[in-house]
């Protein structure tokens, strides 16, 4: 007969137990936007103690709920921003290690959201524009071409504003045509659209600020390209352009380097039912990226009705990290990876130039984006 010291002892150690294998069990497999970490891992920093364009590389932080890119069934795209090469021809090496960085993480493709080169100067000679492509031509665009990966662009400020950088930019792409499965390419290197992997993605011209290039045309094409069959029976549909609807960027932090007016104003939803938001909104797109700005932020515009858009901001791949809108924050150069699972969920990650996986538990919960109309981007 046991007694009662006897069964207590035995008692306490089923206790234990059972708390020892549930330590043991795997974690949920949920998906997040968020790259787990502590405040100290590689998470960001006050820029006034340290320089944000020479991040410090910690360990990387596990990924959240196991890697999902190791299913034979999901896609891994990648995309950066505003490198922004000099006038001679010359990158930063901190954007050749992002380029280097996404080739050995193999993704089936990269988008190039705008700014690869330093244009928007009236005062530039036609041979000073053939001549900063052609670097980015050897110095980039080589790199992808011999591991085989397509690179789908769309064009920035500095590389299609004015009509000579888009003839230049036109010639140039019609010569480097990525070879993928385009819907409609009629207006390539442009606007665009094709599918990759039964994920539907929209290049768009948004160039100009204010409102988008073309643009009765393009907005009229973009409808019809969201509301097909081919878009709406998709497993997602994503949408990239430079030039985005708002700044995240604060006008005060950022001395001369201003971008708060440097926004597509005209094709706002309170502009009417006929405008670039409204239409993303009222067509399921899944996600939409912007560059321009020179710095991360991932989460959902959301608005006073009840309404959400998901929207990646893109840092830059270049020089000129810049201040979040209310904070004292930069983010760091470097790109973001997408993940699309066989489940169809989405996983954003952000690396930084010496492939990092950035932690985003620095980051603000949520921006201000235009406080009259009650417009918030939401963690």
Same mark, same amino acid.
Request: aromatic letters at 10%; hydrophobic letters at 35%; proline letters at 5%.
């Given at each position: 007969m046991?007694t009662?010291?006897?069964?207590?002892?035995q008692?306490l150690a089923?206790?234990?137990?059972?708390?020892?294998l549930?330590?043991?069990m795997?974690?949920s497999?949920?998906?997040l936007?968020e790259?787990?970490?502590?405040?100290?891992e590689?998470s960001?920093?006050?820029? +006034?103690s340290e %320089?944000p364009?020479?991040?410090?590389s910690?360990?990387?932080?596990p990924e959240? +709920?196991?890697s999902i890119? %190791?299913s034979?069934?999901? &896609?891994?795209i990648h995309a950066?921003?505003?490198?922004n090469? %000099?006038?001679?021809g010359t990158?930063?090496?901190s954007t050749?290690?992002i380029v280097k960085?996404?080739?050995?993480?193999?993704?089936?493709?990269?988008?190039g959201?705008?700014?690869y080169i330093? +244009?928007?100067?009236?005062? &530039?000679s036609d041979?000073?524009?053939v001549s900063?492509w052609?670097?980015?031509s050897?110095?980039v665009?080589? &790199?992808m071409?011999t591991a085989g990966?397509?690179?789908l662009?769309t064009?920035? !400020?500095?590389d299609?504003?004015y009509?000579?950088?888009?003839?230049i930019y036109?010639?140039f792409?019609g010569?480097n045509k990525? !070879?993928?499965?385009?819907v409609?390419d009629d207006n390539?290197?442009f606007y665009?659209?094709?599918?990759k992997e039964?994920?539907?993605?929209?290049?768009?011209?948004d160039?100009?600020?204010?409102?988008l290039s073309n643009r009765t045309?393009?907005? !009229?094409?973009?409808?019809?390209?969201?509301?097909?069959?081919?878009a709406?029976g998709?497993?997602?549909?994503v949408v990239?352009?430079?030039?985005?609807?708002y700044s995240?960027v604060?006008?005060?932090a950022n001395?001369?380097?201003v971008?708060e007016n440097?926004?597509l104003? +005209?094709?706002?939803?309170?502009?009417g039912?006929f405008?670039l938001?409204?239409i993303? &909104?009222g067509?399921?797109?899944?996600?939409?990226?912007?560059?321009?700005?020179h710095?991360?932020?991932?989460?959902?515009?959301?608005?006073p009705?009840?309404k959400?858009?998901?929207?990646?901001?893109?840092?830059?791949?270049?020089?000129s990290?810049?201040?979040l809108?209310?904070?004292?924050?930069?983010?760091?150069?470097?790109?973001?990876?997408?993940?699309?699972?066989e489940?169809n969920?989405?996983s954003i990650?952000?690396? !930084?130039?010496s492939?990092t996986?950035q932690?985003l538990?620095?980051?603000?919960?949520s921006l201000?984006?235009?406080?009259k109309n009650?417009?918030?981007?939401?963690r």
């Amino acid at each position: 007969m046991k007694t009662k010291a006897t069964a207590s002892l035995q008692i306490l150690a089923a206790f234990f137990l059972v708390f020892t294998l549930a330590a043991c069990m795997p974690q949920s497999s949920e998906i997040l936007t968020e790259a787990p970490g502590t405040d100290s891992e590689n998470s960001f920093t006050d820029p +006034g103690s340290e %320089d944000p364009s020479s991040p410090t590389s910690p360990t990387t932080p596990p990924e959240q +709920g196991g890697s999902i890119e %190791d299913s034979a069934k999901s &896609l891994k795209i990648h995309a950066f921003a505003d490198m922004n090469i %000099d006038t001679s021809g010359t990158y930063a090496s901190s954007t050749i290690s992002i380029v280097k960085s996404m080739i050995a993480r193999q993704p089936a493709a990269i988008l190039g959201v705008g700014d690869y080169i330093d +244009g928007e100067k009236k005062t &530039l000679s036609d041979s000073t524009y053939v001549s900063m492509w052609n670097s980015f031509s050897k110095k980039v665009l080589s &790199l992808m071409r011999t591991a085989g990966l397509p690179f789908l662009p769309t064009p920035g !400020n500095h590389d299609a504003y004015y009509s000579q950088e888009r003839k230049i930019y036109d010639s140039f792409w019609g010569d480097n045509k990525p !070879n993928v499965e385009y819907v409609d390419d009629d207006n390539f290197p442009f606007y665009y659209s094709f599918i990759k992997e039964d994920v539907f993605f929209v290049s768009l011209d948004d160039a100009n600020y204010s409102k988008l290039s073309n643009r009765t045309a393009q907005l !009229n094409w973009l409808k019809e390209q969201l509301s097909s069959a081919r878009a709406q029976g998709a497993r997602a549909r994503v949408v990239y352009g430079h030039i985005p609807l708002y700044s995240i960027v604060s006008s005060k932090a950022n001395s001369s380097t201003v971008y708060e007016n440097g926004v597509l104003t +005209g094709e706002r939803r309170t502009a009417g039912s006929f405008t670039l938001e409204s239409i993303l &909104l009222g067509n399921n797109v899944d996600l939409v990226i912007f560059g321009h700005s020179h710095g991360f932020y991932s989460g959902h515009y959301t608005y006073p009705d009840g309404k959400k858009l998901q929207v990646v901001s893109m840092p830059c791949a270049g020089s000129s990290p810049r201040y979040l809108v209310g904070t004292s924050i930069r983010t760091p150069q470097g790109y973001v990876e997408l993940v699309f699972s066989e489940t169809n969920q989405l996983s954003i990650r952000y690396y !930084n130039s010496s492939g990092t996986l950035q932690s985003l538990s620095s980051l603000p919960a949520s921006l201000t984006l235009d406080s009259k109309n009650g417009v918030k981007y939401v963690r």
